[in-house]
């Protein structure tokens, strides 16, 4: 059986000095913020939800038509006009 020898100390995870610990972070959904941005607690602002909801629904509509491709600006279009108008509801109510 092979050995190696090797006049260098095996380093080990706790051994390795200044090495940067990877922090995964999940950004929570902007629930209870009410419309308030309030990105320091990682929260979306109300633009980013409402573009975030314009994406999803433009999506959906890409899905619908069978994931046929070179529709995307008609696809955008409808979804944002439906959501702003959705959106626009809601303010009225």
């Known amino acids: ?4 020898s090797s006049n ?9 000095q200044g090495a940067a610990q990877t ?3 999940v950004t929570p959904i ?9 990105n320091s ?3 979306q602002s109300v633009d980013q939800r409402i573009e975030e909801e314009i994406r999803i629904r433009a999506y959906e509509f ?4 069978g994931r046929q491709e070179g529709f995307h600006n008609e696809d955008w279009g409808r ?3 439906e959501v702003l108008a959705k959106h626009r509801r809601g303010k009225s109510a």
């Open 1 to 4: 059986m092979a050995t190696k």
């Open 8 to 16: 260098k100390p095996r380093k080990t995870p706790s051994s390795k």
């Open 23 to 25: 922090k995964l972070t």
């Open 30 to 38: 902007a629930q209870g913020s009410h419309g308030a941005e309030n």
């Open 41 to 43: 607690h990682g929260f």
């Open 62 to 65: 890409f899905e619908q038509r």
């Open 79 to 81: 979804a944002e006009a």
